[in-house]
């Protein structure tokens, strides 16, 4: 363990047991000599379920069909998670620690511990408690040099009554209720002078982002029982700085730099920060050490990015987001972790790398607040993040009629989770706003408290009253909607100017049910729960949603399914009509919002629901836990190209979409309507056309066209002038529009009276698509080149094709990076696409292609001359 001034270690291991088997006293079992036979080793963040799992303890997959629910009924020995839990770990100190301080931190609890170091009470589970709040304690009259006994009995929680984390209908209720130090416990050393909390503000010249005046803060913190004089010198942005400041005991000092005092932090022609796909991502480093007697006593760091975020509401009261004063349609998706709170940074970073590559800038979290790490690679990557709490426990308890009302302790640690969170978030760029409510907003006091304590903390981003349609008195309307959908609706819903039609902000809004890929569905679902999957709508899935839930049933997805596409005849059946539809569904809602985000009554955000999954889902995600790309992420990602071309459900129109800053000139435009033989109906071949930055242009709208088949295709490409692809894009659509049935709508979807008739696509005949495929390996960094080709002597379509990349043992490689897939081409047409991905000494893999009506195909990759 490092013992110098400043410096901060984790606890790296704990051993767990239940204080039913461990009942003896925090005193006892924090003195050293205590026996832990019998314990569970476990990780730093573990909760205890984590933990469980980690040591084996059950021997199912609890991720696979229902075994979850056998860790929920109590055993022989009883529930294991109704009585607290003791955490115990052992850290060495050095013997040169004169003048030092050591301090514990906790960086929240679920859902509250009591606290001992080497049989001292340091605090207790009142002092301890919710998920998200960071208490220092200081701990240097109970350690000394040599080991020393850290341990936690951490009380069991209950997202109904304490302010924790929950998971409503999005997966089952973790057994143990995440309980345990989720977020990890460190042990600090500090001199007498300790510096904490450092931020640093910036105010940027708009339009022309020439200048950016800095602010950067520290708190200093006397420890010692004498006065002592500190000097602060620091880095920020290269410009050095100093200040010499007098404490007296126990005093805390806020140490402040601003242009005014240090000219220098004016800064001219500063980098500036950009959201995904509109710029650059470049971070500052702040550095501050505190002296105290000619020896260094604390040192504190930060990142932080120069950027502006403002928000206003449009004529029609919904908010618009602005960045370094440019408008920005925010497109994301809802983000969880993992159900057992499993920290696990390599698959953080692999998730980050799928959003940059689905074209999203944006992510919200509703609650289920993750760590440093996460808005690391936000900053880094230019995701932006809408942070906010959750919707439905004890978190909006207070703001429901017949809720239960907070008590004293209640807003206390939700006072402590705001400040804690808004030191954590505020010196992120990635950051753009709290959403201080949910599914309500906060009442009044509560409300007050929230903007107040984020105010008190510099907080410069915009204060979102809640993610529905409600408002208070500090934040004003909210500017959101929360009007649903949540379960099946057809792609022409999204055109709408209804409910959750692409207007204004929707906050949570989806088709509902993403089918994972055949692969995976035999990965989580039982023989039985597969079979009823294509079979038996009405039966309740576990891995739908949770059982009380209306989402644990897809009977709207399955029927819809069977109506436009045909009857399922198994479940690979099943499976393939669900890519189809997920696709078309998911490219459609962020098309129409694309589509009218500088229209007259302007969509300004849409978060698909959801990003990702908790555990394996049929529910709700872009792409699986398996982390499996499937339909709804190539349609997202169709959807969401840089530059795109796509068509319009509502007025046939052919529109461009810029999402970039930069104007695109000289652009060609390809135009096919096509019959389901292939044979062209109309076309249009548009040359010389410009694009503006950040905007949206319409082509043209097609004309009604007479003897088309029942199910045609639309064919869009786009090219640069000299012919470089840009964008492709292809629709499958009926004659018989999808027709929905308003004024049957409830809160999670709207019916409909009559189906799109797409079942024709079932009668297409094989096609035949040649593979060449080339591999380039450097080190651990694998790209991989496809190029499809449909000979021209071919007979049909080849539709849907979907192309994965397996090891040579079998397995999948994921996560993995495509530039594009699950393409369509007719005869004589060829594309080529890129795929991504870091493995080391796993041999030449295979690649595998697959269709709506091609047989499958196993190509050996062939390494690059």
Same mark, same amino acid.
């Given at each position: ?17 239940? @204080? ?23 990780? /730093? ?18 991720f696979y069909s229902d075994n979850l629910r056998a860790v929920q009924v109590p055993d022989s020995s009883g529930n294991l998670f109704v009585n607290p839990w003791w955490y115990r770990t052992e850290f060495t100190l050095a013997g040169n620690t004169h003048? +030092? ?107 022309? &982002? ?13 420890l010692d029982t004498v006065a002592h004089d500190a000097t602060i010198t620091g880095d920020v942005a290269g410009v050095s700085l100093r200040q010499t400041i007098h404490l007296t005991p126990g005093q805390t000092q806020t140490v402040t730099f601003t ?5 220098? &932090? ?6 500036? !920060? ?21 020896? $260094? ?109 907070? /008590? ?45 304590? +984020? ?32 379960? !099946?609706?057809?792609?022409?819903? !999204? ?119 908790? !555990? ?33 459900? /509502? ?15 000289? +652009? ?75 004024? /049957?709508?409830?809160?999670? +979807? ?38 499809? @080709? ?5 007979? $049909? ?69």
């Open positions: 363990m490092h013992d110098d001034p400043g410096s901060s270690t984790a606890i790296a291991h704990w051993q767990i047991q239940s @204080t039913d088997k461990a009942q003896q006293s925090g005193a006892e079992i924090s003195t050293l000599g205590f026996s832990t036979k019998g314990w569970y080793p476990v990780s /730093d963040r573990a909760t205890v379920m984590a933990g469980l799992l980690e040591n084996n303890v059950y021997k199912d997959d609890v003048r +030092l301080h050591t301090l514990l931190r906790t960086n929240g609890m679920i859902a509250s511990a009591d606290v001992w170091v080497n049989g001292h009470l340091v605090a207790d589970h009142a002092n301890v408690a919710g998920a998200y709040p960071v208490h220092e304690f200081d701990v240097t009259p109970w350690v000394h040099a040599g080991s020393n006994i850290l341990a936690l009995r951490v009380h069991p929680g209950d997202p109904r009554r304490s302010l924790s984390i929950g998971w409503v209908d999005w997966n089952p209720t973790p057994p143990d209720n995440n309980m345990g130090p989720w977020r990890g416990v460190d042990i600090v050393h500090t001199g007498p002078v300790q510096l904490r909390f450092p931020e640093v503000t910036s105010t940027l010249s708009l339009p022309d &982002l020439a200048h950016a005046a800095l602010t950067a803060k520290v708190e200093a913190r006397n242009s005014k005092t240090d000219p220098g &932090l004016d800064l001219s022609h500063p980098n500036i !920060w950009w959201p995904n796909g509109m710029g650059a991502h470049p971070l500052y480093a702040l550095q501050m050490t505190a002296t105290v007697d000619g020896a $260094t006593s604390d040192k504190a760091n930060a990142t932080f990015g120069i950027r502006s975020v403002s928000s206003q509401l449009t004529k029609q009261g919904y908010r618009q987001f602005f960045v370094n004063g440019k408008p920005v349609l925010i497109r994301g998706g809802g983000w969880a972790p993992d159900m057992f709170l499993r920290d696990d940074p390599k698959r953080m970073e692999a998730e980050f790398s799928y959003v940059q590559n689905l074209g999203l800038n944006t992510i919200r979290s509703e609650g289920k607040l993750e760590n440093e790490h996460f808005y690391e690679l936000a900053d880094r990557d230019g995701i932006m993040i809408l942070a906010g709490w959750e919707c439905c426990d004890k978190w909006e308890s207070a703001a429901k009629t017949g809720g239960s009302p907070w /008590d004293a302790a209640d807003q206390a640690v939700a006072k402590d989770s705001m400040a804690s969170e808004a030191r954590l978030l505020r010196n992120h760029p990635s950051v753009i706003g709290f959403l201080i409510g949910s599914d309500n907003a906060p009442p009044p006091a509560i409300a007050k408290m929230y903007v107040d304590t +984020l105010h008190a903390a510099d907080w410069q981003t915009p204060i979102v009253a809640a993610a529905a349609d409600q408002g208070t008195a500090e934040t004003g309307p909210s500017g959101m909607k929360m009007a649903g959908p949540y379960a !099946w609706i057809p792609p022409v819903y !999204w055109y709408t100017d209804q409910l959750g039609g692409a207007f204004g902000f929707d906050s949570e809004v989806s088709a509902g049910a993403d089918i994972p890929r055949l692969e995976d569905i035999t990965r989580m679902l039982s023989p039985q729960e597969q079979e009823a999957l294509w079979k038996y709508p009405h039966v309740r899935q576990y891995h739908a949603s949770a059982d009380w839930s209306p989402f644990a049933r897809i009977d709207d997805f399955d029927n819809a399914l069977a109506q436009r596409y045909g009857a399922p005849k198994d479940l690979a059946d099943y499976v393939a009509k669900a890519q189809l539809d997920n696709y078309d569904n998911t490219r459609a809602q962020f098309e129409a919002f694309n589509a009218h985000m500088d229209a007259a009554k302007p969509s300004t955000g849409v978060i698909y629901w959801m990003l990702n999954n908790a !555990w394996p889902s049929l529910h709700w995600h872009l792409y699986d836990y398996f982390m499996n790309p499937a339909g709804a992420y190539f349609g997202a990602e169709k959807a969401n190209e840089p530059v795109h071309i796509q068509y319009s459900y /509502d007025t046939h129109a052919i529109v461009l979409v810029n999402q970039t800053l930069t104007g695109e000139h000289g +652009l060609q435009a390809s135009i096919r309507v096509r019959k389901l033989d292939g044979s062209v109906a109309y076309q249009q071949h548009l040359k010389d056309i410009d694009l503006d930055g950040n905007r949206t242009r319409q082509l043209l709208t097609l004309p009604a066209l007479a003897g088309l088949s029942r199910t045609y295709f639309i064919e869009l490409d786009l090219a640069t002038a000299d012919g470089k692809p840009v964008s492709r894009n292809v629709y499958w659509l009926s004659t018989q529009p999808d027709t929905l049935d308003w004024a /049957d709508s409830n809160w999670y +979807l709207t019916p409909l009276t009559q189906y799109a008739d797409l079942t024709a696509l079932q009668s297409l005949p094989a096609a035949a698509s040649e593979v060449h495929t080339t591999i380039q390996q450097a080190g651990a960094e694998n790209t991989v080149t496809v190029t499809l @080709t449909v000979s021209a002597s071919s007979q $049909t379509v080849a539709l849907f094709q979907h192309v994965s990349i397996k090891r040579a043992d079998g397995k999948l490689v994921l996560p993995i990076v495509w530039s594009d897939n699950d393409v369509t081409l007719w005869p004589g047409e060829s594309i080529t696409l890129f795929a991504h991905y870091t493995e080391e000494g796993s041999g030449m893999p295979v690649v595998e292609v697959s269709g709506w009506n091609v047989p499958s195909q196993h190509i050996p990759v062939k390494a690059t001359p």
